[in-house]
C-alpha cells in the first residue's frame, strides 16, 4: 500500500513495493538498499527498544494496531540513530506507540536522525526526565497523526526538540510537563516551523503550558508560524492560562 496520510507535493511515494507483516518483536528484515517496509500485523508487546541504525530506512505501518511495553520492560519505544530514517504512519482509525516510561529522555521516540510521522499516535508514554512523547536532536516531520497524553518530569511533555522541528499537520494535545513546554519544548539555537496544526489542553509546571521557546540571544528558539494554528485551553499546573512562552526579542 501507499504510505498513509501521504501529501500530494510534499510526499508522493507511492511506488509499487511490498510490504511485510511484522509481530512487533521479531528481529526486521533489510533489503540491499538497507531499507524495510513493515506493517503491524497485531498489537505486540516489546521488551526492548526497537533501533533504526545508521544507515537504515524503516517505513513502519501501525496498521491499526498498538506497540506497548511488555510487564516489567522499562524503557523507550525506539530509538532512531543518526543517519537513520524513520517514517511512521497507520492504517485505520486506531494505532499507535503508546504506554513506555523511561528514567532517560523521550519514552515514546529518541531521534538523532530523520523521524517522519504521517498517522498513528504517540500517547501516554512517561519520561522521567525530558520528552514524554518524542525528544527530537535531528529533524522531526510531523504531517498527521496526533502526540497526546504523554508526561515529562522535567521539560517537554509532549515534544523536546534541539533540532528542526517541521509540523506541517497534526495534534499535541493533553500532555504534561513538570517545568516548561506542556506540549512542545523548543530548546535553543534550533529550529520550529509550524502551520495547520493544533495544540491544546496541555499543562506545564512552570512557563509554557503549549508551546515553550527557550529564552535567550538572538540565536534561540526563533519559530516560524503560518497557515491555521489552533493553539488554545493550554495552562500551569496552578490553573493560570498559558497557551505560548518565547524568549526575548521573539
Not at 498517522?119 to 535531528?138: E, F, L, M
Not at 512542545?184 to 509550524?194: A, G, H, K, P, R
Amino acid at each position: 500500500h501507499c504510505i498513509c496520510g501521504e501529501q500530494a507535493g510534499i510526499h508522493s511515494d507511492c511506488k509499487d513495493v511490498e510490504w511485510t507483516a511484522w509481530d512487533g518483536t521479531s528481529a526486521i528484515t533489510y533489503d540491499s538498499n538497507k531499507t524495510a517496509y513493515v506493517y503491524l500485523s497485531a498489537n505486540a508487546e516489546r521488551d526492548s527498544a526497537l533501533t533504526v541504525a545508521s544507515g537504515y530506512t524503516l517505513y513502519l505501518c501501525l496498521n491499526g494496531n498498538t506497540l506497548s511495553p511488555a510487564s516489567g520492560f522499562t524503557g523507550r519505544a525506539i530509538t532512531v540513530n543518526s543517519g537513520a530514517t524513520f517514517v511512521l504512519t497507520n492504517c485505520g482509525t486506531t494505532g499507535a506507540i503508546s504506554g513506555f516510561q523511561t528514567a532517560n529522555s523521550g519514552a515514546g521516540v529518541y531521534n538523532s536522525g530523520t523521524f517522519t510521522m504521517y498517522g498513528g499516535a504517540i500517547s501516554n508514554n512517561k519520561s522521567a526526565r525530558y520528552a514524554g512523547g518524542v525528544h527530537n536532536y535531528g529533524t522531526f516531520n510531523m504531517f498527521g497523526g496526533s502526540i497526546t497524553g504523554n508526561t515529562a518530569t522535567w521539560s517537554g511533555g509532549g515534544v523536546e526538540t534541539n533540532g528542526t522541528f517541521n509540523m506541517f499537520s497534526g495534534s499535541i494535545t493533553g500532555n504534561t510537563a513538570g517545568s516548561d513546554g506542556g506540549a512542545i519544548f523548543c530548546d535553543s539555537m534550533n529550529y520550529l516551523t509550524m502551520s495547520d496544526v493544533e495544540i491544546r489542553n496541555n499543562t506545564a509546571g512552570s512557563n509554557g503550558g503549549g508551546l515553550y521557546c527557550q529564552k535567550g540571544t538572538s540565536s534561540s528558539c526563533d519559530p516560524d508560524i503560518s497557515g491555521k494554528i489552533t493553539i488554545i485551553d493550554n495552562q500551569l499546573t496552578n490553573g493560570t492560562k498559558s497557551n505560548a512562552f518565547l524568549g526575548e526579542n521573539k
